[in-house]
């Protein structure tokens, strides 16, 4: 019953957001429930997710819990806005009942997983409606049935997640499906030599690594423009920290400036490499945007040429491990230099292409002219 409303919610994103959802496990408690169960929905969340992080470990980007309880609130789900990668908020809670109605609260709790915010604000303040008046959108609280269209300012928030690195989890296909083998899934499986589809299929393209961007302060790697500021603004909502912290802090090889970890301790930077270590950024505080921070922010402020200058750090970690902690590679880190595995390299070590025989040198993809 329950597998039947994910190919629903399944359909609705891959339509709409170019977006695959795959179940890869499924748990059924008959006999007894393993959390403690209420009627408040923010409370069996925060149980369900601390049952997920200790118990048996399964790769997974989010999990669900559908419940036969009914729950005090005007809504029939909750789940943590963009939690999606988060090791202790990637999770929803729905309340189990008709096909129909799971598939659009699924839909829903998972929009807020990847980012997306309740319309209701937003259309009271005049600058997101809803297409569909009659049936309403998915993230909205009108309409006269069940909703089968995200709006469009629920589009730009999930784009606008990607774009952030909200989503780094989602890259990955899984290893294992639960459902059986079945043609025109997406992934090969036994008994198969292809998926129905062409195996020729182009990759997705972007502008080339090593491009200028944002006014030539950044460089274009990986289909996104590096900056400190862009890293700064889109972990905690604020700029990178002056170059001055990294050059006086990351340095030590401590907590609150370093270049990784040695054992139990931390690695110096190099001074030519302080640039590409912890990431360091201004006026910071709160939770961080993506991930779950670990610790506390670590606070220093110096006074440097008849000024206060703040400098702030924090270690932010996802599901799958990844650290975010640290200046992206790709970075700028001086005229012609770039940020790599925590060295400040010349641009020149990352084998960028050329166009061969193109006059000007023009940047290519290698993908023919």
Known sequence: FIPSAVPSSLQIYKEQLN???????METWASE?????????????????????????????????FSGRTFQSSRSGTAFVGGICSPTRAGGVNEYGNVAAMAVTLAQTLGQNV???????????GDCRCPDSWLGCIMEDTGYYLPRKFSRCSIDEYNQ??????????????LKLLDPPECGNGFVEAGEECDCGSLACPPNLHKLDGYFCENEQGRCYGGRCKTRDRQCSALWGRGS??????????????????????????????KQDV????????????APRLGELSGEIATTTFFHQNRYVDCRGGHVQLVDGSDLSYVEDG??????????????????????????????????FDHGV
């Open 115 to 125: 980012g997306m915010m309740w319309n209701k604000h937003r259309v009271a303040a």
């Open 241 to 270: 920290a002056e170059r001055f912290c990294y050059e006086k802090l990351n340095v030590e090889g401590t907590e609150r400036g370093n270049c990784g970890r040695e054992g139990l301790g931390w690695l110096q930077c190099n």
């Open 275 to 286: 640039l590409c270590g912890f990431l360091l950024c201004a006026n910071i505080s709160g």
């Open 19 to 25: 977006t695959r959802i795959v179940l890869v496990a």
């Open 161 to 174: 997640f990607l774009q952030d690195g909200g989503g780094s989890c989602l890259f990955n296909k899984p």
């Open 331 to 364: 970075t700028p880190c001086g005229p012609g230099m770039l940020c790599l595995d925590r060295k400040c390299l010349p641009a020149t070590a990352f084998n960028f292409s050329s166009c061969p025989g193109s006059w000007d040198g023009k940047i290519c």
């Open 33 to 65: 429930d393993r959390i403690r169960m209420g009627e408040d929905s923010l409370e069996t969340l925060n149980e369900f997710v601390k049952y997920r992080r200790e118990g048996p470990a399964e790769q997974s980007d989010t999990v669900h819990l």
